[in-house]
């Protein structure tokens, strides 16, 4: 099941990226609803037990040891749920915007959302860190492309922003990937269990504040935020809001589960 939270909306996304015909709104509408019963298909069949559920373990990479390992667990499933519900919300809020290029804002709107909940499942590092890069794509394009007075230089400098944020998480993650025991894993649990000393455990930690603390965004690393909102329409400020509110959660969990203590 956790695999078809990502499928189906990166399936939505091609559609709408393909897709050029009238009726696109109500198109995007119905897939909006279609995602949400699966989500909540999801999360119904939840065991409660606090357990990982609906795990899927593909291996793709021997050297170095990386899978595709995807799984929901309570709090994921919160997040998983909330981005079901509020993407209707968002598809709602455009419909009485004149996009002439409105298909291409479902597809991205779509592929951000297959990324999130990617994010949100991710039990391996570097798939987190590759949904992660993945996510920030389609708003770099909605803000370029639906925001307001300056929008490209807006762009450019959320990008720089996020790129340097997200190079710390990638140099924490990688530090953390050789303490593991060898053969060396990416594997959550792996990453979890690594010792470390203090000042080790003190880079890492900074590695992945100063990348989430971009993102949410904390100050002082906020100011790329008020002109990157600035003239957005529609369905673009609810996706960038909604976005930036998920950190909030991925700040948390690494907290929770004390990634490198």
Not at 52 to 73: A, E, N
Not at 111 to 124: H, P, Q, R, T
Request: hydrophobic fraction near 55%; include cysteine; charged fraction near 10%.
């Amino acid at each position: 099941m956790s695999l078809w939270l990502v499928i189906v909306p990166f399936l939505f996304s091609i559609l709408f990226f393909v897709y050029k015909g009238s009726g696109a709104k109500l198109l995007a509408l119905i897939a909006s609803l279609i995602l949400m019963g699966i989500t909540g298909y999801a999360a119904s069949t939840m065991a409660g037990d606090g357990m990982m559920q609906h795990m899927v373990d593909y291996p793709w990479i021997t050297d170095p040891m990386i899978s595709f390992k995807l799984g929901i667990d309570g709090m994921s499933i919160i997040l998983l749920m909330l981005s079901a519900v509020v993407l209707p919300i968002i598809i709602l809020s455009t419909f009485d915007k004149p996009f002439s290029t409105g298909t291409n804002l479902y597809a991205l709107i779509f592929l951000m959302i297959g990324s999130m909940n990617g994010v949100f499942m991710a039990l391996d590092g570097l798939i987190f860190y590759i949904f992660w890069e993945m996510a920030l794509i389609p708003i770099y394009f909605i803000c370029a492309m639906w925001g307001g007075q300056n929008r490209i230089n807006i762009t450019i400098k959320f990008f720089i922003y996020t790129f340097v944020g997200s190079l710390f998480m990638l140099v924490s993650l990688i530090y953390l990937y050789l303490k593991t025991p060898v053969p060396h894993s990416f594997s959550i649990d792996a990453l979890m269990s690594v010792a470390l000393s203090g000042g080790e455990a003190s880079l890492v930690f900074l590695g992945l504040f100063l990348a989430f603390a971009v993102k949410m965004p904390v100050f002082p690393f906020h100011s790329w935020q008020p002109g990157y909102l600035y003239g957005f329409t529609g369905g673009g400020f609810y996706v960038v809001e909604w976005y930036n509110a998920q950190d909030g959660y991925l700040w948390r969990s690494a907290l929770d589960d004390g990634i490198g203590s």
